[in-house]
């Protein structure tokens, strides 16, 4: 795995089973999510949303996290793989941030009254989204792609502070947003027949995000390596 | 090469980078008629209603100290990139994050330290004083430094580039934020008679994190800089 | 040992110190008052602003909504289960205002204790359940915990 | 000027070892498998057309760029874990001359002592060989592009170090200047110092050996 073309020609293979399986989880959980899933005591259908809003919310994390892990190992090892998913990962994460904050407000507006609240959540979350852009602009910015990723990678290790901010902020401050639902340590508080839907749309997303980034990835390794002798030999072959 | 001669190599750095801004002296000056240029702009901009001036006045303080400090952050580098001492400082026998403190205290004291100097002025422009005055110098003394700090890994990361001056902007802003949010809470609490102490402790603990952490992305951002 | 490691254990010592004193001042920033809205305990011991705007967090009292008048105004009471404050709000509720919800409201204090609301905000909660088993809840609140 | 003898003698290989080096820029391979040795008292010399990675190996061998591959050793220890300690050890005259326009000649000349590891040459002594004496409080900037040079070399005498990376370090010096800095670099050689650099300039120095380096 740790070299270009084994990487390219192993995930080749797996990206449509990968897909297949995708496709199969998000389906059955957006069935199981709107039509399965009773309506909430509370907020009736309209709690349904949940079932993009938190898994975009959680990906916009992960992504990050995953993004500023690559980053240090390109940074530390020079791994060049590490380093094509760090940047790859970017704008995946900024659509998830992007759409968790959009779903959030079509959600704030029928049940706090408001589409936006200066709340600690909202606005580390915000933050997370221009994290994000100026990684991706950073990495635009600088010819040198090598020297682009560690210069991303060192944006994203600075900016990981935030995201312990973004996770716990409804626990340290008091704020409009909800607590935690379903990584509280001592038991979900989502009644089963709702929280299955739900983690079939996480893990679709998670796979969601595991396609977009390799097929990314697979461009970004292509276009790099565009001198190299196995890239040549791939072009030959078509 | 022992603790003696690394704080004579931090000492003779601040010392040359106070002498060399004092010998261009625009460095310094400038941020200050900017910080005031822009306070005022908003006076005018909003109108003279008093009521609302007082209301803005920490924002507005706050968000042009913002953007004075950022716009004076390329001079933290980017004259050493230019003429090669950059290199020499990355070349050095000590620690590079303990050069990069030294430099970013510089810039400090020749940048941030201006604009405290200036605020009780701005402060009496927007109808703002006693108690909220107070705190307000109060969170810009504090929280200023973290602004260097924070933005010199901006810089460090752009200064290679030809036209960092709009990507910087994008990569500081958003780190600026908490400063920017406890620093002007802390202001308008205290204008309404409250106690502000977790405001200030909040600042207090970023700078001092900040102290901790930030030389180090710098170093390493001015090495990949470099290379 | 070689001056370069003493050199390097100190810098790492400085920075240890430097981040404990950050979790200090961070520690001692969460004690205090950092809050996105006030509770109606210390609005009534008198810690909010008398003339500022602010947020106000509470629940609404069981049977205490009224609609005085034809016109948009609402009465309702706010508690944290300790104390109780009065407020008023002239405007459209959201959907999830009702009696025993938590909301954050943005006003001020008028002098006579009563908040004057200009933005209700509802606050829910974590817990998402189909009905009957909030029925099935209500009827064992016990079971809640 | 030089650590004393028997310290020299306790270590296996002194000196810079470098092997398999590879480095590439923008994709295109600059060098592959570079590999050589310098000992005390050795003189190395990197030849090539203008864009065959000459500044890139020496800003390598200087720890400031990434190879792709291969490595650098420094008296046995790679030189990426030695950091400082390798940096002190080691002078690099660069593109740039790395001295500061608004500081006097002075004023650089004691920053470049505090940064590196102080020789105990004293400021005079130092502006005398580079034929700059009188000039110690004249601004930097107001200096000639030879005179800058000149000023830059100053750090060869200000610090000590027992390698010295040089890269083209006669542009813009007359001849005199030349005639300067080659004997500066003679005396380091005698002295068991080593030295890496790119010269356009044939090199005219009696009584050392120069090893060539080709980069094609």
Known sequence: ????????????????????????????????????????????????????????????????????????????????????????????????????????????????????????????????????????????????????????AILALVG???????HYSVEWWNTLHQGPTVTKFDKPSIHVSMLIPLLLMAGGFKLFYLISVLIRARGELIERESNSNWVSELLEKR | MNDRSLARAFSLLLRRDLVINFRQRSECVNPVLFFVIVVTLFALGTGADRALLLSMAPGVIWVSALLASML???????????????????????????????????????????????????????????????????????????????????????????????????????????????????????????????QLSMLAALLALALALAPLPTAAALRMSLS | MKPVRKQRLYLILAMVVAIAVAAGFGLNAFNQNLMFFFAPTEVVAGKAPDTAVFRLGGMVVEGSVQRPGDDLLVRFDLTDFEQVVSVEYTGILPDLFREGQGIVSRGRLRTDGVFVAEEVLAKHDENYMPPEVAASLKRAPEDLK | MLMSGPDQQQRAEPGLTVSGLHCSRDGRDLFKDLSFRLRAGELLVVEGRNGSGKTSLLRILCGIRMQESGSINWDDSPIGELGPLYHQEMAYIGHHDGIKGDLTVAENIQLAKALGKPSGTDLQTILKRLQLSGYNEVLARALSAGQKRRLALSRLLATVSRLWILDEPFTSLDRRGVEICEQLISSHLTHGGMVVMTSHHAMELPGVEITRLRLS
């Open chain 2, 72 to 198: 004076s952050l390329e001079s933290i580098f980017r004259s050493d990139f230019e003429d090669g001492s950059l290199e020499q400082l990355l070349l050095s026998a000590h620690p590079v994050t303990v050069l990069v403190l030294a430099k970013v205290t510089a810039h400090w004291l020749v940048t941030g330290l201006p604009l405290i100097l200036v605020a009780p002025l701005l402060c009496i422009l927007l109808g703002l004083s006693g108690e909220g005055l107070e705190t307000l110098i109060l969170t810009l003394l504090i929280g200023t430094p973290i602004l260097s700090l924070v933005g010199a890994i901006g810089v460090a990361l752009t200064v290679g580039l030809r036209r960092g001056g709009v990507i910087i902007s994008l990569l500081v802003l958003p780190l600026y934020i908490p400063v920017l949010i406890f620093g002007t809470s802390a202001v308008q609490m205290s204008a309404a008679g409250f106690p502000v102490n977790g």
């Open chain 1, 160 to 166: 990981l502070v935030n995201i312990p901010i973004i």
């Open chain 1, 1 to 152: 795995m740790g070299s270009p073309p084994h990487f390219y020609r192993f995930t080749g293979k797996i990206l449509p089973w990968l897909s297949l399986l995708c496709a199969l989880l998000i389906a059955t959980g957006l069935w199981g999510g709107l039509v399965e899933a009773p309506a909430d005591y509370q907020q009736g259908d309209s709690f349904r949303i949940i079932y993009v809003h938190v898994p975009s919310a959680w990906m916009s994390l992960f992504v990050y996290v995953v993004m500023a892990v690559c980053g240090a190992i390109g940074l530390i090892w020079h791994m060049k793989n590490a380093e094509v998913i760090a940047i790859s990962s970017a704008p995946i994460g900024a659509s998830f941030t992007f759409l968790a904050l959009v779903t959030g407000s079509l959600w704030g507006k029928p049940m706090w009254g408001s589409w936006w609240v200066w709340d600690a959540r909202l606005t580390s979350e915000l933050i997370l989204l221009f994290l994000y852009l100026g990684v991706i602009g950073l990495y635009a910015a600088i010819e040198d792609k090598r020297t682009a990723s560690r210069a991303v």
